[in-house]
């Protein structure tokens, strides 16, 4: 998707009010496509750079205005970018960025549903009679799409009236991007510039809950009643495209915050044309928006650990079927609310805290759900899948009783977290496509047959009696068979087999006695900044990069804890963010040489073919060495010095940091350096070897550990 670029002029850079468009240093920075220490250098370096207009001492605004003349003047910017131009209206805007991406989503609805309207509207003389007729066409157009309830509120002349240049270019991006595309682009911004503001759901919990609720049959009516940014209910709206013919559907959400309810509603309606959007703005616990409301499916990600969720006020509300839940027991009183808005059939998918499952406090209320077959599955995700990241989070799969309900109850218990982890998994992300797979597989399976074939540490069903004891603990892994001991005895003979050819190779890369009487070498050093300059080298510092934003295969990343740890490429890139472009990763090559920066070890890596071509990850910086000049070898055994690693060290409060630039090595001949390399080369492979038969030592005791305690292995 390209950018656009409109005429600088006094109009688009300032409201009605006169007051102009601010920008902060890090807006300059994306204007000027630098980093935010180049803004700082600018200002320390240029007298006549802009004069601060706003803001504060440590955090100052500039005039978007000057900004961009001062950056044309200087050869660094040619016309600032149309979707740049209307972030940083938004940012600046005198109401703030949330108020004012609510009016920039009320005007994209407005251009997307009746464009005619719109480009009559475009032709306004003056500003003053645009933002005067403005109200009363966004407020039709909101209520034709959003009821007349919707939360999109305060479109009022005076709230519009400093509005006038962004209405305008947010007009100009609709024509250039198309209203959905630019609303995500906006909303994705606001939403990333605010981490601490929202707690978002992931794209693939997303979709695997949707996925749940779709097994049971196609979704026509499905509500979220804590909906935060929408992510739930869009899901649910592309499943439901995805495999109906057309079938209409009406998304229900509600959220206590009016402000983002707002933006989820515009999203939801500009994303969604065909979908009838009911988003409200209330306490759903205090305030049901939606009391009458029976649905297919309610899919639910919940805020945990909340005491103040009404349990003075709610004690004798009619959704606790179940039993009143404790104060501390909020996720519990959320899983009622949702089976009281169900149809008789229907399907809730609850995102859960794992301690949902066994906290005492709520054991009579989870009895009762298996008790009357309310509660049909719990599943188990790997830690990562959803915030709070290092948590393995629930997912509860609930059915309203009724219609074909069976007479003795059964619940599925699904742990994803060992198949998470397998080839496709890194350290920093699980397996999602496997996650995926084992949950829905396994779902459908007990859905359709009211039981499951039982796989050891993945899936079970279990009658709901049995689980009718003291505690009522319904975490996946107390009820799942462990899988068989490192894969049963066959397998811990190959672990045996690979342990001992493995020690007799450590044994014959044994390095050979050192020399004693050798003293220390006198040889002229330099340093790599040095070489650096001269050009022998090439230094690259890991991060940022982001995977492709056109679906292609993203690289893995080389991580600092792979290189510490002798291992393959376990990170993942982020995603592009919708507020950007995606950022070119650094791509390792065969003979590169990685070292951490970080942690105060001495390590230097050689990479060889298998890791040529991941991406360079954080904290790890590269040395690309001319092959003319430098042997890798060489390079990387010289780095790892102890002294000459002490003596580039740096020391903050809590951590040790390595200037990699300050590390020295000897100035000697190519075939002298080629002489170093090859016995650097055989420590490593040495080092590589133990490390391998420590491994396979710890894999083997354990499985024995395991097969003994399970049976699997007898003791003679």
Not at 234 to 252: I, Q, Y
Not at 305 to 324: I, M, Q, S, V
Not at 558 to 585: R, Y
Not at 642 to 664: C, E, G, I, K, P
């Amino acid at each position: 998707m390209g950018v656009s670029q409109v005429p600088h002029n006094a109009s688009a850079d300032q409201g009605a009010d006169g007051r102009p468009t601010e920008v902060t240093a890090a807006g300059i920075a994306r204007l000027a496509g630098v980093g935010r220490a180049a803004v700082s250098n600018w200002r320390r370096r240029h007298a006549d750079f802009p004069k601060p207009v706003g803001g504060t001492e440590t955090s100052p605004a500039f005039a978007l205005r000057d900004i961009e003349q001062w950056l044309r003047d200087q050869g660094k910017l040619a016309e600032v970018p149309l979707r740049e131009r209307v972030w940083q209206q938004l940012v600046g805007h005198p109401a703030g960025a949330a108020a004012a991406l609510r009016q920039a989503g009320a005007v994209l609805l407005l251009a997307h549903d009746r464009p005619a309207a719109w480009q009559q509207l475009r032709g306004a003389a003056d500003d003053t009679e645009l933002t005067g007729v403005l109200p009363a066409m966004l407020d039709s157009v909101l209520v034709a799409r959003l009821g007349p309830g919707h939360p999109v509120r305060g479109l009022t002349r005076e709230a519009l009236a400093p509005s006038a240049a962004l209405v305008r270019s947010t007009g100009e991006l609709a024509v250039l991007d198309g209203a959905p595309e630019a609303y995500a682009f906006l909303l994705g911004r606001h939403l990333d510039a605010n981490p601490r503001q929202y707690t978002l759901t992931p794209p693939g919990p997303a979709a695997l809950m949707a996925e749940l609720a779709a097994v049971a049959g196609p979704l026509a009516t499905v509500l979220d009643p804590a909906c935060g940014a929408g992510a739930l209910l869009a899901a649910a709206r592309e499943r439901t495209a995805d495999e109906t013919d057309g079938t209409a559907v009406t998304l229900h959400g509600q959220e206590s915050d009016p402000d983002l309810a707002a933006l989820t509603a515009l999203r939801l309606a500009l994303s969604a044309p065909a979908a009838e959007v009911r988003v409200r703005a209330a306490d759903t616990l205090r305030a049901d928006a939606f009391p009458e409301l029976t649905a297919d499916a309610v899919l639910v990600h919940p805020p945990f650990n909340e005491r103040n969720w009404g349990h003075d006020e709610l004690a004798y509300d009619a959704r606790w079927e179940y039993g009143f839940p404790a104060r501390t027991e909020s996720e519990l009183a959320w899983v009622q609310h949702a089976l009281a808005r169900l149809r008789e059939g229907g399907t809730a998918v609850v995102l859960m805290p794992p301690a949902a499952a066994s906290r005492r406090s709520g054991r009579r209320i989870r009895a009762d759900l298996l008790r009357r077959g309310a509660l049909r599955a719990v599943i188990a995700l790997p830690a990562g899948a959803a915030p709070p990241n290092g948590v393995p989070l629930h997912l509860w799969v609930l059915r309203k009783p009724g219609g074909t309900t069976p007479p003795t109850p059964q619940l599925l218990v699904v742990d994803t977290a060992g198949p998470a982890t397998g080839p496709a998994a890194g350290r920093d992300r699980p397996d999602w496509q496997t996650v995926r797979d084992t949950a829905v597989e396994a779902w459908r399976a007990f859905d359709r047959d009211g039981g499951i074939e039982e796989r050891p540490g993945v899936r079970r069903s279990l009658a709901a009696i049995d689980l009718l004891d003291d505690d009522v603990d319904l975490a996946p892994a107390r009820h799942l068979p462990p899988p068989a001991a490192a894969g049963g005895p066959a397998a811990l003979a190959e672990v045996h087999d690979r342990l001992t050819a493995t020690l007799v190779r450590t044994t014959q890369l044994t390095p050979r006695p050192a020399d004693a009487d050798a003293g220390p070498a006198r040889w002229p050093l330099t340093t790599v900044g040095e070489l650096a300059r001269s050009g022998a080298l090439v230094l690259r510092t890991g991060g940022p990069g982001t995977a492709p934003a056109d679906g292609a295969d993203a690289p893995p990343v080389l991580t600092d804890h792979d290189v510490i740890a002798g291992g393959a490429p376990s990170g993942a890139l982020p995603e592009t963010p919708a507020s950007g472009p995606a950022e070119e990763p650094v791509l390792i090559r065969e003979g590169d040489v990685v070292v951490p920066v970080l942690g105060g070890g001495t390590i230097a890596r050689v990479v060889d073919a298998a890791t040529a071509g991941a991406a360079l990850g954080r904290n790890l910086t590269l040395l690309r060495p001319d092959p003319a000049a430098l042997d890798p070898w060489f390079l990387a055994g010289f780095l790892r010095g102890t002294a000459n690693n002490r003596q580039a060290s740096s020391y903050a409060s809590t951590a040790t940091r390595l200037d990699v630039r300050r590390l020295q090595l000897p100035r000697l001949p190519l075939a002298e350096q080629r002489r170093y390399g090859s016995r650097f080369s055989d420590l490593a492979a040495f080092e590589s070897t133990l490390r391998q038969a420590t491994r396979l030592g710890e894999q083997l005791v354990q499985g024995l550990y395991d097969g003994l305690t399970d049976g699997s292995v007898r003791p003679d």
